[in-house]
């Protein structure tokens, strides 16, 4: 079975600052793929950025960019530019596939990081 | 362009009585599947589906029953609801192959007195 662990409960920001959450996952697959997503208060789950585990370049989406270490089994979303909007709960999740690139849609979340970001 | 669509949004419930959650997606996904959220636990898998007629257990099963007759619509259904069921629930859908992200609904917040 695949686990996903957020080690940051919470974390803080000042606006246009950069910040990191971590994330490290455990699996004895080898193709697989990974997301982060985000909570904002009203509940929605919103999708920031994903990242396939065959392709070595790491995942970027404007301000949001991953660095993905396969080796260590290690997954961190850095936010650039942090702006008031992105306070939100972050998820980072794992989602095992076949060889061919399929999924069967189930998703391993880890803990969770509260971000605040401050004016 | 609705998406995955959820209801209800808030419910209460008293101990033993039982509710059907009710899910459902127009983007003709083929998977779908149940998460619940608690406080320092992340979203954890109940139930999912491959298709309709295929469904299969998740990490924590007990005490809730899926079904999927349509590719559409997928209900959950709390038999004899528990306080330990008091739960923000969602639901998730997502295409068989090529883009894997899972779309989700707009959750349920479930509160068992």
């Known amino acids: 079975a695949q686990t996903v662990t957020q080690s940051q409960p919470e974390m803080s920001v000042q606006e246009a600052e950069t910040v990191t959450l971590s994330c490290t996952y455990d699996?004895?697959?080898?193709?697989?793929?990974l997301f982060w997503y985000k909570q904002p208060p009203s509940r929605q789950m919103i999708l920031v950025i994903r990242?396939?585990?065959?392709?070595?370049q790491n995942a970027t989406e404007n301000r949001f960019s991953v660095n993905f270490q396969k080796a260590a089994k290690s997954f961190s979303l850095k936010i650039s530019d942090s702006q008031l909007g992105d306070t939100a709960m972050y998820f980072c999740a794992f989602m095992n596939s076949n060889a061919g690139g399929t999924s069967y849609g189930k998703l391993t979340f880890g803990q969770g990081t509260i971000l605040t970001v401050h004016p | 362009n609705a998406g995955v669509t959820q209801t209800p949004k808030f419910q209460v419930l008293k101990t033993g009585q039982s509710m059907t959650l009710q899910c459902a997606q127009d983007m003709n996904h083929e998977y779908m599947s149940w998460y619940r959220q608690d406080p320092g636990m992340g979203l954890r898998l109940i139930h999912y589906?491959?298709?309709?007629?295929?469904?299969d257990q998740g990490e924590v099963p007990n005490g809730y029953n899926v079904s999927r007759s349509t590719t559409e619509d997928f209900p959950l259904r709390l038999l004899s609801a528990a306080p330990s069921q008091t739960s923000v629930y969602f639901c998730a859908s997502s295409y068989r192959g090529g883009r894997t992200e899972a779309f989700f609904g707009q959750g349920t917040r479930l509160t068992v007195v």
């Open positions: 589906s491959v298709g309709a007629g295929i469904t």
């Open positions: 699996t004895s697959e080898n193709n697989y793929y």
């Open positions: 990242q396939e585990a065959y392709k070595q």
